[in-house]
């Protein structure tokens, strides 16, 4: 495709003044919202709304605030409930990623007989790993011999069957990220948590990856729980406040982490010794809430409400093909296209793999061009539906011609800086 094709595309963007809503720097091609998304102006307000309530209301801010503390996580729950296919008591947003897992495994983990293993991937994030292994260690066992991690054939794809042959009545419990986090694959969430209950298996699924870049129905596919970040595609901001879903089927039991905001919120000022944990999702909170770190996600939030997961993972689709399509067109043979070709096995991310990704990364940034590198020679290229227009895409593929072409990136060290 030309550039005045490419132009008629942004014409047609039913989303495209959304882009106007985000802080975006001149001249740059913003590619690793999978990463850390963009500060959009609704969340700053929300944010700036939040520090005006604590000056002026002090203590008050929790009840009198214009947006209350006190009941800020659960209506943020409440808002991110329908991009999760949740009803809106099985979302509450606390804690971290991984906090959370801990949470609902020391909760949903309860080995017993021979029902003691956790199956797992071999393509994981380290620290969904991590957690596992702690897990498992705490309740004595071996994660060498209790860890069960399906491995790939290409070390970037996963084979759903391979997993599935995996399953058996020794699991206890299996935990699946939704997107590959290193390639993009989608897997098949319903697929795979259908397969598992036929083993009594408990489900649990890493959302970090596809939480805002496209629709889920976890309730209807029964998935038990799930976790994911806020700080990729809902644009919470660094270190922002994550969430969890826990299907209503096992709402009412006690959290296997208590602590006093797991209570029922008109019981927890009783400063009882003995908990009554909330009916909701609420329970799987623990200490009190981030308020400063939550509250970008009620301007964030707006956004999805009026855009729609619908017409943004139709529009993340159509970017994602439109730059594989011109990097197979301007780029042939350069580089290998890591995720998968079809829209249902796709995230929100195109995963480019060359032996000097590195430096390659490292030369796109000179250029304007904001990339994400994973070690050791993936190339992470984000074109998020919200703020990133056809014409970005086009030119941000023209700008990789040119460095290949010219070799720009031979000047850079085909090493990873601190962060990558």
Not at 129 to 135: D, E, F, G, T
Not at 319 to 340: R, S
Not at 360 to 366: G, R, V
Not at 368 to 380: A, E, K, L, T
Request: charged letters at 25%; aromatic letters at 8%; hydrophobic letters at 35%.
């Amino acid at each position: 495709m030309n550039r005045s094709e490419i132009k008629k595309l942004d014409e047609q963007d039913k989303l495209r003044t959304y882009k106007d809503e985000f802080y975006i720097k001149e001249g740059s091609y913003y590619m690793d919202g999978n990463s850390l998304g963009l500060l959009s102006k609704r969340a700053e307000k929300t944010v700036l709304t939040s520090l005006e309530d604590w000056k002026n209301h002090g203590i008050e801010g929790w009840m009198s605030g214009e947006q209350p503390w006190y009941y800020m996580s659960e209506k943020i729950g409440e808002m991110t409930a329908p991009l999760a296919g949740a009803l809106s008591h099985e979302v509450i947003n606390t804690g971290s990623i991984t906090t959370n897992l801990h949470q609902l495994l020391a909760t949903f983990y309860k080995p017993k007989g021979k029902r003691t293993k956790i199956l797992a991937d071999a393509l994981n994030f380290p620290s969904d790993i991590y957690a596992l292994q702690s897990q498992l260690s705490l309740h004595g066992y071996s994660p060498d011999e209790h860890l069960i991690q399906v491995g790939s054939s290409d070390g970037y794809t996963l084979n759903e069957g391979d997993i599935i042959e995996q399953m058996s009545e020794e699991v206890a419990v299996m935990l699946l990220p939704s997107v590959l986090y290193r390639s993009g694959q989608l897997l098949n969430i319903r697929k795979l948590t259908e397969a598992a209950h036929d083993y009594g298996i408990i489900v649990g699924f890493d959302l970090a990856h596809s939480i805002g870049a496209l629709p889920h129905k976890l309730h209807d596919w029964n998935v038990d729980f799930a976790v994911w970040c806020t700080y990729k595609y809902l644009n919470s901001g660094p270190g922002g406040v994550g969430g969890l879903y826990v299907h209503e089927k096992h709402l009412g039991q006690k959290p296997g982490l208590a602590g006093w905001f797991s209570s029922r919120k008109d019981k927890q000022f009783d400063m009882d010794h003995h908990l009554t944990p909330a009916e909701t999702a609420g329970a799987y909170q623990i200490g009190t809430p981030h308020i400063l770190s939550s509250a970008p996600l009620l301007g964030s939030l707006e956004i999805f409400q009026e855009a729609g997961i619908d017409a943004i993972r139709e529009k993340s689709l159509k970017l994602t093909k439109l730059m594989m399509n011109l990097i197979e067109e301007h780029l042939q043979g350069t580089f290998t296209i890591a995720n998968p070709r079809k829209d249902e096995s796709r995230g929100g991310h195109v995963s480019l793999i060359h032996p000097e990704a590195a430096s390659i990364c490292k030369a796109l940034k000179s250029e304007g061009v904001i990339p994400d590198f994973r070690s050791p020679n993936v190339i992470r290229l984000a074109p998020v539906a919200l703020y990133v227009s056809y014409e970005d895409t086009y030119e941000m593929v023209m700008i990789l011609k040119e460095i290949m072409e010219q070799k720009k990136y031979k000047q850079f060290k085909n090493e990873r800086d601190v962060i990558a």
